[in-house]
C-alpha cells in the first residue's frame, strides 16, 4: 500500500478513536444531552451533505431505516452509555461490533462459518466479557449495556447495507435525514437541558460537534471509503483494528481512565477474534461492512 494511503488510515484511525473521547467531553463534561448532541451532529451532516439528496434513491424507506441503524440510532446508544462509561470500556465493548455482523449475516444472509471465525467471534465475545467481569470501570452497568446496543444497531444496519445500490457518500446523507427525524421528538420526550448546554459552553461544544459532524463523519469516512474504491479492502480494513487501541490509549490520556489489567488482557483477546473475523474470508459480504459501519 502506498505511503499516501498509509497515512490517511492513520488520520481516519486516529480521528475515530478520538471521536468517543470527544463525544465523553461533550456528555459528561459540558453536560449536553445525549440525545440532543446526536441530533445536532446528524443536522450538520445533512446540512453539509443536503446537494447529495437528490435523486430520490429507490427504495426511499430502506434506506432510511438502514441510515437510521448505522447513524443516529447507534451513535445515540452510544452518546447515552458515554453519560456513565468510559472511553476505554467503550472502545472495548464495541468491538463486539464485529462478530454480531458476522452473526446476523448467518441469520439474514446465509452466511456459513467455519471454525477459524467461529473461533473468532468466541475470542472476540470472549476478551469483551472478561474485561467487563472486573471490578474497575469495566464492570457491566448501564451504560456499556447502551455501548453493546449501539454496536448491534450498526451491526445489525451494516448487513442490509449490502442490499442498497446507493454510494456510501449519498447514504451518509439520507442517514442523517432520518437521524434527524427520529431524535428531534425523541430528545424534546425525554430530555431536559438542550438550551442550557447550548448556553453555558457554546464555543466548546460547537467545536466537538464541528469535529464529529464534519471531521469524522464527512471527511474521515469519505477518505475512508475512497480508499476502498483505489485499493483492496484486505489491505485497507484490517489497518482499522488499530482504533480500539488508540481509543483506550486516549481515553487514558485525555480523559484520566483507568487502564486495568482485566481491560488491557481481555481486550486483546477480543481485538484477536475481531482480526480473525477480518482476516478470513466471508462468502456473502465484503470486509468493508464489519469494522467501520457507521456514519
Not at 154 to 176: C, D, H, N, T
Request: hydrophobic share 60%; with cysteine; charged share 10%.
Amino acid at each position: 500500500m502506498p505511503l499516501r494511503a498509509l497515512l490517511i488510515m492513520t488520520f481516519c484511525n486516529v480521528v475515530w478513536a478520538l471521536n468517543v473521547v470527544v463525544s465523553k467531553i461533550a456528555i459528561a463534561d459540558l453536560a449536553t444531552p445525549p440525545l440532543f448532541y446526536a441530533l445536532l451532529r446528524s443536522a450538520i451532516v445533512a446540512v453539509v451533505l443536503v446537494p447529495l439528496l437528490r435523486p430520490l434513491p429507490a427504495k426511499l424507506w430502506r434506506v432510511l431505516v438502514i441510515g437510521l441503524a448505522i447513524s443516529g440510532g447507534s451513535f445515540a446508544l452510544l452518546f447515552m452509555g458515554l453519560e456513565t462509561a468510559s472511553p476505554s470500556a467503550a472502545g472495548v465493548v464495541s468491538l463486539t461490533g464485529a462478530p454480531m455482523t458476522v452473526l446476523f449475516a448467518i441469520l439474514f444472509l446465509g452466511e456459513r462459518v467455519r471454525w477459524r471465525r467461529g473461533l473468532g467471534i468466541g475470542l472476540a465475545f470472549g476478551g469483551v466479557l472478561f474485561a467487563m467481569a472486573g471490578d474497575n470501570q469495566m464492570e457491566t452497568g448501564t451504560g456499556l449495556l447502551l455501548v453493546f446496543l449501539s454496536a448491534v444497531v450498526g451491526a445489525l444496519g451494516s448487513v442490509f447495507v449490502k442490499r442498497l445500490e446507493i454510494p456510501s457518500i449519498r447514504l451518509q446523507a439520507w442517514a442523517a435525514v432520518a437521524s434527524v427525524a427520529v431524535l428531534i421528538p425523541l430528545t424534546a420526550a425525554m430530555e431536559s437541558g438542550q438550551a442550557a448546554a447550548l448556553s453555558n459552553a457554546p464555543w466548546e461544544l460547537a467545536a466537538c460537534l464541528f469535529f464529529a459532524a464534519i471531521v469524522v463523519s464527512v471527511g474521515a469516512h469519505t477518505a475512508y471509503y475512497r480508499l476502498l474504491q483505489e485499493h483492496d479492502a484486505n489491505l485497507v480494513v484490517p489497518l482499522t483494528l488499530f482504533t480500539p487501541i488508540l481509543t483506550i490509549v486516549f481515553g487514558a490520556w485525555l480523559t484520566g481512565d483507568a487502564i486495568g489489567e482485566r481491560l488491557v488482557i481481555g481486550g486483546a483477546i477480543a481485538l484477536a477474534g475481531v482480526a480473525i473475523i477480518v482476516l478470513r474470508p466471508s462468502e456473502t459480504f465484503t470486509r468493508r461492512f464489519l469494522v467501520r459501519p457507521r456514519f
